[in-house]
């Protein structure tokens, strides 16, 4: 038996995630694994923490929590839908979270629970077919986003938007990339 580097994209993110983590978190997060909640385009570290947010963590719990649901659900995905496409849509959730966050929000946010929304809804959609809801993705879509909407009435330091926009683009690339094939035609027909 042999160890293999089975899926590429989730593995260096957990391992970047934990670098960062470990090597610079305890005394400050660097710049660019921070989002700060205002615009700043005349810092090029600014445009990285567009991205970069996502591998910052504010605790150990924190860390551990984003990882193990990444580690568990990334695997499968990236078998699914291919390394590329993936990376794709981590980009993508890492982005458009950022740039709602600013545009709506002026705290910081740090940390990949929007990925772990999306890839926990995501995968709910992996064996969907053309014309279908599977029951699986409702009842996902209620329990954790649905719990999101409900904690977001909560004076808490946690950002529920970022768990709800995530769960909301893994519906979105659920519906919209196919597993293994090509992008393009949603599988979702409305008649």
């Not at 995630?17 to 005394?27: C, E, P, S």
């Not at 005349?42 to 923490?49: A, R």
């Not at 996902?140 to 977001?152: A, D, N, P, R, W």
Request: glycine fraction near 10%; charged fraction near 10%.
């Amino acid at each position: 038996m042999r160890l293999t580097f089975n899926a590429p994209i989730t593995l260096t993110f957990a391992l970047l995630a934990t670098l960062v983590y470990f090597f610079f978190t305890h005394n400050s997060p660097p710049e660019i694994c921070v989002l700060r909640g205002q615009i700043d385009t005349s810092n090029w570290k600014w445009y990285l923490s567009l991205f970069g947010y996502t591998l910052g963590h504010g605790s150990t719990e924190h860390l551990i929590g984003n990882l193990s649901l990444i580690l568990l659900l990334g695997p499968i995905l990236e078998e699914k839908y291919g390394s590329k496409k993936l990376l794709i849509m981590l980009l993508l959730t890492a982005f458009l979270t950022a740039v709602v966050h600013i545009l709506f929000f002026s705290h910081s946010l740090i940390g990949a629970s929007g990925i772990v929304f999306m890839m926990i809804v995501l995968v709910s959609l992996t064996n969907v077919k053309a014309g279908e809801i599977p029951i699986t993705f409702v009842l996902i879509m209620i329990l954790y986003v649905g719990q999101e909407v409900y904690k977001s009435f909560d004076a808490d330091q946690i950002s529920q938007f970022a768990h709800i926009l995530g769960g909301i683009l893994g519906a979105i690339f659920g519906y919209t990339f196919r597993p293994g094939g090509k992008t393009g035609k949603p599988v979702l027909s409305v008649k």
